[in-house]
Every structure is written in structure tokens, then in C-alpha cells.
């Protein structure tokens, strides 16, 4: 902070205690608008563990199962039947990282849909044989929201909202939009030893349920404890 390098906010909690709380520098430097306990950030990867946490509300009520096979949502996939949905919700079903292909930066700048993503990964649709290994893929949680959408009849977003963010009152959790307004979003920098700038432009659906929701720390700690506590799931 004292070098201006953080623009953040700090929730450090021990059970259900807040130990510290506080918010560093700005959420806009053109308008030098402060970060504040209400400002919302988007949370890349940290969307997965909220995806997870709703797939297996719909397989508590029995919409799917972890042992559902690819093959029974995306039947034209290739060796869709040798992968789980438990291996594409724990990276272990080998099947390759969109990140991997060149151009994955430049479709996040154009208005792509998940499908179309996944289409490029047929390509090369796996590093090793389902369940060999662990290796992180965000294309697997690109099928995990197509695979909710279908099972639901709703969008991802609405299904999220319905099911988890409403019953858990995480009332400043949501979908990041390219189009829609959401107050007290935090602008997005990229910063350098020498340099700070906009972050670039990205559109949202290219990440989709791999990583297009946005948060605060208030909000990632009612979750967690839901988790710890299990708030909407059994223990089992």
C-alpha cells in the first residue's frame, strides 16, 4: 500500500470472529474513487467453488449425478463417455485448458459464446486419460454451466441466483455484464514495477462459469461459513 501497488480490501476472520477489516487505495484512479467494504470486485476463478457448490445442490435433488457421464450431455465430444462430471468438477478429467490455445486472448475480446470455446477444444480435447492426474482446466467448468443449464431449463445466472446467492443472502455476489450497470463495481487495472493501466477488455461469456463473477470479501466469507457449516447441502 505504501508503495500505491494495492487497491484492495482485507477481511482476515477466525471462526466467527472478524479479526480485520479494512479497505487500501482506489476502486476507480480516473475519478479517485475509494475502495470501500461495499465495493464489488470481479473474482475470476473464485467463481468455481460458487459453480460447484450449485451443481451439487442440483444433485442433492437429484437433477444429476457426479457419475454422469460427458457423453450423456455433450454425447458428440470425443470419448465424452470415458469423463465424469466429478473429474470436470476436480480437474482430473484430462481434458485440455482453453488457456492452452493461442488464441483464447483474443476471443475473449469478441462476443463468443461457452459453445463456441468448447468447439475449439475439440481440437485437442485431452492431455491424459480421464482420472490419470490432476491438471487445473477451466474448460472443464465451461461444460459444468452448459451441463446446469440443460439439467435446469434456466440460464446459469438465474439458476445461481435462485438457488444459492438468494438463500445465502449474498445480496452484493453476482454475473459480471459487459451491458448491465452494477453499482460500486471496481474498475479494473493491470499493474507492473514501473506502470499502472486499464486492465483490458473482456467479454464475459468467454469465461462464463469459469470465471465471470464478481463479489465482495463480506459476501466470500457468508460462503465460506455456509460451506463449513452446511448451510444448503448435507454433510454427505
Known sequence: MANKRFNGNVL????????????????????????????????????KPLVAYTLLLLEQRGSLSLDDRLSKYFPDFPDADSVSIKQLLNHTSGITDYHAFEEWRND??????????????????????????????????????????????????????????????????????????????????????????KAEYINYRQPYTSGNMYSTPRDLRKFTKAVMHNALLTPE
Do not use: C, W
Open 108 to 197: 475473449s475480446k469478441l462476443d463468443i459464446t461457452p459453445a463456441h470455446t468448447l468447439s475449439t477444444i475439440r481440437k485437442r480435447p485431452y492431455i491424459f486419460k480421464p482420472g490419470d492426474r490432476f491438471s487445473y482446466s477451466n474448460s472443464g467448468y465451461l461444460f459444468l454451466g452448459l451441463i446446469m443449464e440443460q439439467v435446469s431449463g434456466q440460464s446459469f445466472e438465474d439458476l445461481i441466483q435462485q438457488e444459492l446467492l438468494d438463500p445465502l443472502q449474498l445480496y452484493e455476489t453476482g454475473i459480471a455484464s459487459n451491458t448491465r450497470i452494477i453499482e460500486k463495481l471496481a474498475s479494473g487495472y493491470t499493474t507492473t514495477p514501473r506502470e499502472t493501466g
Open 12 to 47: 482476515i476472520a477466525k471462526g466467527d470472529t472478524v479479526l480485520y477489516e479494512k479497505s487500501y487505495g482506489l476502486a476507480n484512479r480516473e475519478f479517485e474513487i475509494a475502495n470501500s467494504r461495499s465495493t464489488k470486485f470481479v473474482i475470476g476463478s473464485i467463481t
